[in-house]
């Protein structure tokens, strides 16, 4: 169905991209990242490659996906070890990959796994690694990365000294885009020699009960800060989403509070959301919030404080206690 290539012929100094698979499903994330790397690659007269690690080709279930990819290349290492997440076995297999084709970058989705990855391999090549970027250019043939820094209070562009570049990239900034011609589809074959084991031994996969959040691809999000006082107050942020058919989004000093779980939280170090509707409940809007929620097409922001950054960003903006206001604003919804 494709070609075979070994291990040791493989082409050199392309740009990688992990592709990260979950169920036999390539991960949005790794689609997501292809958008701003294709330009990077494409700048720097390279090919661009989606490295898979999957336990089966016959289990992939979004195939049809994988051809319309902005990729170059798709390659794929394929094991009956590989089908469980382990972090040993993938970052040797990833590390060998890399020390034969010597990329001029290799790029992670911001995910778990991603994070998991991506600073064990930089650790065993003793390289730097770049943690979630979200801007990439190219200046002076070289790839500039843009991250927060400094608390997430300003933006650092930085340039690695060390090869492969090496970089996470956050989630939910870039948009999936799709090609016109259908990447090349590759099997990278290890020498015979090579341990497939693993000190890891998954015993039992039990799903989390609770649901996955939709906040990057919410079309509306009701978010709130600590101008909300309470976690009880803070709450009432689920009732009003019910109503809306909305996602709760945080700050991240909120959900460092406990209030609500991390995966909702908004900006640098969470969720990147582009909604038709934003509504943030006492938030300031520090620039690591503001990054993740500064393109949605109509922000309405509630606040006691007229100065603060995201009144000043917002469409439209209420001037008043966000506790009050939230309260109004369900009993006239409910009634």
Known sequence: MFEKIKLENLPK??????????????????????????????????????????????????????????????????????????????TEVLTQIIKS?????????????????????????KVGLCAHVNYLEVKDNQIVMSRPTYGENIIAKLVSKSFPVMATISLGVFNIKYGKEEPLMKEIIFPENFSWSSKLKIRNFIPSKKKPTKLSTAKIVVSGGRGLKNKETFQK?????????????????????????EERMIGVSGVTVKPKVYIGFGISGALQHTVGMENSEFIVAINIDKEAPLVKMANLALIGDARKILELLLKKLKS
């Open 101 to 125: 084709s010597q990329p001029y970058g290799f790029f992670f989705p911001a995910t778990k796994i991603g994070m998991s990855l991506a600073p064990r391999i930089a650790g065993a090549l």
């Open 13 to 90: 100094e392309n740009i990688l991209t992990f592709g990260e698979f979950y169920k036999g499903k390539l991960h949005n994330s790794s689609l997501e990242i292809l958008s701003p790397l294709k330009n990077i690659a494409k700048s720097l007269n390279k090919k661009l490659i989606l490295v898979c690690l999957i336990d089966s080709f016959k289990n992939i279930k979004n195939l049809k996906e994988i051809k319309k990819s902005l990729a170059d290349e798709v390659w794929f290492v394929i094991n009956s070890e590989l089908k469980d997440f382990k972090d040993d076995l993938y």
């Open 237 to 261: 942020l689920f009732e009003l989403a019910e109503i809306l058919g909305a996602e709760v989004g945080a700050t991240r000093p909120v959900c460092y509070e406990g209030w609500v779980e």
